[in-house]
């Protein structure tokens, strides 16, 4: 990830060079030009690529597969998506994952924790002390922790989806 925070430069300090812009590809004249991606920017052509704010009003911006980017908009293509509740670790942006009440897990993590099935939605489950048990081993496992309380599984709720 490109973090670049906006720098702003006076032309005058810049030895003259006329710079060409990264946006229009035009020259810039302006007095006042933004520096940000290792290019040089007319304060109007540095806009987010999907909100077309200028980014010169907010002082940061994001680069990420050719696009510029706001904050907010880098956050909610790019950021991440939390961890994953089976294995802890971070799951990347734009991965598809499990969301099922509330918790997000990697496809690879939502297993079965008896046979290791992945189980996808329209699978039936159940959550047994957070734990993912599948409809086959759901009788075994409750028989062998809590004697069975509620014999019924879950169909999956949740939905793979993009962050
Ligand atoms: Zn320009
Ligand atoms: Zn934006
Ligand atoms: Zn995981
Ligand atoms: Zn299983």
């Known amino acids: 990830m490109v973090n670049g925070n906006l720098s702003g430069s006076d032309v005058s300090f810049n030895g003259g060079a006329v710079k060409a812009c990264g946006g229009c590809g035009?020259?810039?004249h302006d007095r006042f030009l933004l520096h940000a991606m290792d290019r040089y920017w007319h304060t109007?052509?540095?806009k987010c690529s999907c909100c077309q704010t200028t980014l010169e009003?907010?002082?940061?911006?994001?680069?990420?597969?050719?696009?510029?980017?706001?904050k907010n908009d880098y956050m909610r293509l790019f950021g991440s998506g939390g961890s994953c509740a089976s294995c802890g670790q971070n799951i990347p942006a734009h991965e598809m994952v499990m969301r099922v009440h509330g918790n997000t897990y990697h496809l690879?993590?939502?297993?079965?924790?008896?046979?290791?099935t992945q189980l996808t939605p329209g699978n039936r489950y159940a959550i047994i002390n957070g734990n993912i048990v599948c409809e086959q081993d759901y009788p075994k496992v409750t028989k062998a922790q809590v004697g069975g309380s509620s014999r019924n599984s879950?169909?999956?709720?949740?939905?793979?989806?993009k962050i």
Do not use: D, P
């Open 26 to 28: 035009g020259r810039i």
């Open 44 to 46: 109007e052509c540095l």
């Open 57 to 70: 009003q907010l002082g940061t911006c994001f680069a990420r597969s050719g696009m510029i980017l706001c």
């Open 108 to 116: 690879k993590c939502f297993t079965c924790v008896a046979c290791n």
């Open 154 to 161: 879950t169909k999956i709720h949740g939905m793979m989806t």
